[in-house]
């Protein structure tokens, strides 16, 4: 993922586009998904039905006309609910109180907000691709297992995902015959629409439409939405929060945003932009934060990118931000208008649609997962341990987990990838690579180019390549450094001042070139330049080769210097 330059105002409409025919199918379809799975997921975790409903409301409208992610829908999930709802428990709050509620979601829009404004979306640049491949495959197994009961009847035990998917395949028994037999009547409708061509925008439409009226009109004895809970046929209400409780949600607040953002991270990968637009991670925090400030002045849960939803829509064939607007005015309108036609949907329908979403999220990302595979051990480890994470853990232990993976596999790459290369002039005056010489050669000038990142773990590779200065009299080695940063490790500075100093005892001489700014000041004031004396620290300039071969001729003249006797050079 990306993190673009800053989104202004101007740009925001005329980035909306026109809407298509598909978006409108899309956004019905993912309107009315989001009647069963909000208040299904607001239930579970302990919360008012009604908020997860509303929270595909004002959050969907306003996230998809912010966000730079364009299919993104924003809205709540099941992550989300459960750590909010722990959230609230753990500060002693009602989680059924809607002023606790709006107090919650607003804050965690002002941390989104605030994220997005200080650009911390540059932090998920450095999540690895096998990273965040593990956790998306993660999130979509969790999407499955989340609807495995809707779809049976029988709800799997555990805690981890991967234990309830084998519990639920062994007790395949206690499935109930007819809530099974209705999402495999789902799933069946959804591919006979899917194999033809014109029906496969709306097929996850026709799938929900016809099954849902074949169970009201053959009385099949099912669990309905209205099951959950009553649908009001009002709108939600402008609800202000209790700001009393501000000090007891601050750490929570940037909980459930790290979830969230989490989760929206992976939707820009596997749903890429149909314009050929680039997502802006620092965007999409802006758009969830802006969600968030808004939908909790209107009793919605914390909501954020939703992986199930988006989806929904795309597999409805979503072409722009508008199928995420249509979804929330249209369940705006539904829940207004027609609330006791939309309680009659059968959660088997929803739970068939759900597994149809959460394989194809998963199929998407197959060639991923081989390419991981393929690329190293390291990566694919840890990418299975990043799915592990996700699928038996709560979601903010895996993304911790995930963020150190990430972290970790940085530094071994960059510790394996750090190398030095000897550079060799030829006569025609062009620069040519070749392998670093074991031993320093006496009275010669031997130049190599450091490539690395000047961080600490890469140090003892480098130091062992360095060519052993015994019996280097009169020798110069000149170390090209132009990719060490402007402020190196300190360990960087040590192995410098180690090897200056046994070279200097041999008879040789250390000289850097292309030094950056920073780095200059930082061997001035480490004291190391003195120790390397004039002409040893050669700085950074314009043209790529001119410190280099002002290195190389102050090495020369040296060497010539001190052939001849001339002791007024600083060894």
């Given amino acids: 993922m990306r993190a ?3 989104t202004s105002p101007r740009r925001l409409l005329p980035t909306l586009g026109r809407p298509r025919p598909a978006d409108a199918t899309a956004g019905a379809v993912t309107g009315l998904f989001s009647i069963p799975e909000g208040m299904a997921y607001a239930a579970i975790a302990g919360f008012n039905p009604v908020a997860g409903l509303y929270a595909g409301v004002v959050p969907a409208i306003v996230g998809s006309l912010t966000s730079r992610t364009v299919l993104m829908v924003t809205t709540l999930t099941s992550a989300i609910a459960l750590t909010s709802q722990s959230v609230l428990s753990d500060a002693g709050l009602d989680p059924k109180d809607a002023d606790n509620v709006a107090l919650l979601t607003v804050m965690v829009g002002a941390v989104m907000l605030l994220m997005g404004v ?3 979306g540059v932090v998920m640049s450095f999540v690895s691709n096998a ?3 593990g956790f998306s495959t993660g999130i979509a197994l969790q ?5 495995l009961k809707d779809a049976t009847g029988y709800k799997p035990q555990g805690d981890n995902k991967l234990y309830q998917l084998g519990d639920w395949l062994v007790h395949v028994g206690d499935w109930q015959g007819a809530a099974t037999a209705v999402a495999a009547a789902t799933v069946a409708v959804w591919a006979a629409a899917r194999s033809v061509r ?3 925008p709306v097929a996850l439409l026709l799938a929900m439409a016809v099954v849902s009226v074949g169970v009201f009109a ?7 939405v209205r099951d959950i809970a009553d649908i009001p046929a009002a709108l939600p209400s402008l609800t202000a929060p209790d700001l009393s409780a501000v000090p007891e949600l601050v750490g929570g607040a940037f909980s459930v945003a790290l979830v969230a953002l989490a989760q929206a991270a992976g939707i820009a990968p596997s749903m890429p932009n149909p314009d050929g637009s680039r997502s802006d991670v620092n965007g999409d925090f802006r758009a969830q934060g802006y969600a968030n400030l808004l939908g909790g002045l209107f009793q919605s849960l914390p909501s954020g990118g939703s992986m199930s939803r988006t989806g929904v829509a795309v597999s409805a064939g979503a072409r722009t931000r508008w199928a995420g607007i249509f979804s929330g005015v249209f369940l705006a309108i539904v829940v207004l208008v027609c609330g006791s036609l939309a309680e009659r949907i059968p959660m088997p329908v929803i739970g068939g649609l759900i597994l149809v979403v959460g394989g194809e999220l998963i199929w998407g990302k197959r060639r991923d997962i081989v390419l991981v595979l393929r690329t190293s051990r390291l990566s694919s480890a840890a990418m299975v341990l990043t799915f592990l994470a996700t699928t038996g853990l709560p979601l903010q232990r895996a993304v911790v987990i995930g963020a150190v993976l990430s972290l970790l596999l940085f530094c071994a790459q960059a510790a394996r990838q750090a190398t030095l290369v000897a550079l060799r ?4 005056g062009t620069w040519r690579t070749a392998t670093p010489p074991d031993r320093l050669p006496p009275g010669e000038v031997t130049v190599l180019d450091y490539a690395g990142v000047s961080f600490f773990a890469e140090l003892p590779h480098i130091e062992a390549k360095l060519p052993d200065v015994t019996g ?6 000149v170390l090209v450094v132009r990719a060490v940063p402007d402020v190196p490790s300190s360990a960087v500075v040590k192995l410098l001042d180690r090897y200056a100093r046994r070279l200097g005892e041999e008879g040789g001489r250390l000289v850097l070139a292309g030094a950056r700014p920073g780095l200059v000041r930082v061997l001035e004031s480490s004291g190391l330049a003195d120790r390397l004396g004039e002409g040893g620290v050669v700085p950074a300039r314009p043209e790529l080769l001119g410190p280099l071969r002002t290195a190389v001729d102050e090495g020369r003249a040296w060497i010539d210097a001190r052939r001849q006797g001339d002791g007024t050079r600083t060894r």
């Fill in 4 to 6: 673009g330059g800053r």
């Fill in 118 to 120: 200080l650009r911390l």
């Fill in 131 to 133: 990273v965040m491949t």
């Fill in 143 to 147: 999407i499955i297992t989340g609807v």
């Fill in 198 to 200: 014109r029906l496969e």
């Fill in 218 to 224: 053959l009385s099949v004895d099912v669990e309905l």
């Fill in 425 to 428: 002039e030829g006569d025609d």
């Fill in 472 to 477: 280097a009299r009169d020798a110069v080695l």
